[in-house]
């Protein structure tokens, strides 16, 4: 297996663009995504010195004298998991008021620094924030992918690709952290997802706000895995809880502004009143998924109801993590009528272009599988640009107008410059 430091990480370009016309530039995103990887690498070249505030010393210098602390910093410097040490912000944008050369300071963490107490507010037009997700399948593979350019073209050429078959279930149950997919054997790939997220609990969530249940959060992580893809109901995870279904909101919350959850907001239109607006619940990666259910890849395909929520999860965050490096912004939404009529993803580039995807974990495709992208279609319009069925077959190939039926493979495998 690879050592995580040789898979290449296409946000790089991104954050070397930011450094160059930015004062502070964050990298924040899950521990053990790699994100002190890419800074160090991105840095070492360019006279970087690197700070660590998962250190003890070192945070308790900041801590104790943080305008000191940060008057002593090298010119160019990288401070690692910054939110462990919340007072330095302040001083941080002293030092930028007074030298604003572009990348002057790195800073990497592993809560969502929009949720940190003082920092957006003191950094304010002063940084520029990236996210670095988990390994994508295309960055696994080493070459990028030019799937959300064909999406938003709404180009797929008739091809044909071999199925995944039982390789569909290895990928998810795999998931994209580094240091797990090191792990030579399934069981110790699990037990490092378990490991992760009980520690990932206990110290970050305790970054972000004092809860009187941490306890709990363990438990309601494992019951929102069995949840993923689905719409977010408070109360369904309350359940099992002594805990009102607003604390259980806030738990959500919490476990969201450490990349562990992610909720995906309904698609809206003035065409139509019918529209749910519920946000859909994901887990942020699905081998960490897969270690809280107990599944491993085998039983991962004898259970196909899950191996289908899981595949849209999949490809939800495989799509979310190309979308960290494109030039375009892209917002991901889901679709659903009073109905029960529904598109899995709804990606909206720039502002303006609609596209959707649907996603199965069969080997076939039919016309019906196609309405729900026929009524987001006809709800987007004129901004409506493609919607695609991603399925365990062989065939890219046209279906209606402006829909396609496409293995989920080319999700990695469609080239850039095809």
């Keep these: 297996m690879k050592s995580a430091a040789f898979y290449p990480r296409f946000a790089m370009s991104r954050l070397v663009e930011a450094l160059g016309d930015t004062p502070v530039v964050v990298i924040h995103g899950p521990r053990q995504s790699g994100k002190t990887t890419l800074a160090q690498r991105t840095g070492e070249t ?13 945070r308790r210098a900041a801590a104790a004298d943080p305008v000191g602390f940060v008057d002593s910093l090298p010119p160019h410097s990288i401070l690692d998991e910054v939110q462990r040490a919340p007072g330095l912000f302040t001083a941080l944008k002293t030092a930028v008021d007074r030298d604003r050369q572009p990348g002057r300071f790195l800073l990497t963490g592993s809560a ?14 002063r940084m520029e924030i990236l996210r670095l997700f988990p390994l994508a ?13 064909s999406l938003f073209s709404g180009t797929f050429p008739v ?9 569909l279930a290895e990928r998810i149950a795999a998931g994209g952290f580094p240091a797990a997919i090191a792990r030579a054997t399934t069981r110790r790939r699990t037990a490092w997802y378990r490991e992760y997220a009980q520690a990932l609990v206990q110290r970050d969530v305790r970054d972000l706000a004092r809860i009187r249940a941490l306890d709990a959060l363990p438990r309601l992580l494992a019951l929102a895995a069995g949840q993923t893809a689905r719409l977010f109901n408070a109360s369904d995870l309350a359940a099992p809880f002594q805990l009102s279904r607003p604390t259980i909101a806030d738990y959500v919350t919490l476990l969201e502004g450490v990349f562990l959850v ?3 907001p309904p698609w809206h239109s003035n065409r139509s009143s019918r529209l749910i607006k519920t946000p859909k619940l994901h887990l942020g990666d699905t081998g960490l998924a897969c270690a809280l259910l107990g599944l491993d890849a085998a039983a991962l395909e004898r259970d196909r109801a899950v191996l289908g929520q899981l595949a849209e999860t999949f490809v939800y965050q495989e799509l979310r993590r190309q979308a960290g490096w494109q030039g375009a912004e892209i917002r991901f939404h889901h679709f659903r009528t009073r109905d029960g009529v529904e598109v899995d993803l709804v990606l909206e580039q720039d502002g303006h ?6 996603v199965k974990a ?8 196609f309405r729900g992208l026929r009524q987001l279609r006809a709800a987007a319009g004129e901004r409506f640009q493609a919607g695609v069925v991603l399925y365990d ?18 999700l990695w495998e469609i080239p850039v410059d095809k």
Excluded: W
């Design 353 to 358: 272009a609609i596209a959707g995807v649907e």
């Design 362 to 369: 069969s080997a076939t495709v039919t016309a019906a599988d």
């Design 137 to 149: 399948q295309c960055e696994l593979a080493g070459r990028e992918s030019g799937f959300l350019r």
């Design 393 to 410: 077959g062989e065939h890219s190939l046209p279906f209606d107008e402006r829909m396609y039926a496409v293995p989920i493979r080319a």
């Design 46 to 58: 360019r006279g970087y010195a690197y700070f660590s505030l998962d250190d003890e010393t070192a």
């Design 112 to 125: 969502n620094v929009l949720l940190v107490p003082g920092l957006a507010d003191s950094l304010a037009g």
């Design 262 to 264: 992610e909720r995906v």
């Design 159 to 167: 091809r044909r690709r071999p199925r995944l078959g039982g390789e």
